[in-house]
């Protein structure tokens, strides 16, 4: 087993095979009534978000970069799924 260390960084929960789910958090517990909640979520693509954001972008600073497709609310709940460990291979460069 290798040594537990915090889970930090978007190339860390890649590699420890997390899954990452963005939720719009738009029109809750605001109480006005005009405002329809919105139900917007999806799965973000970790290799995507490395590719784009870098190996070494905060976890936590991810929600504020995040958009909701749906009505462009910057309120974004974002869900990691530690247990889910997906496989993932890191291409080493071959020989
Ligand atoms: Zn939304």
Redesign the pocket.
Known sequence: MEEKKPIVTLGQAYEAGWRVNAR?A?GKKRGMKQMPE?Y?NAELDLETLVWTRGEGFPLQDLWSRLK?P??W?RRITVLFDQSANVKRSRKVTPQ
Do not use: A
């Open positions: 719009c738009h919105c917007e909701c749906h009505c609310s």
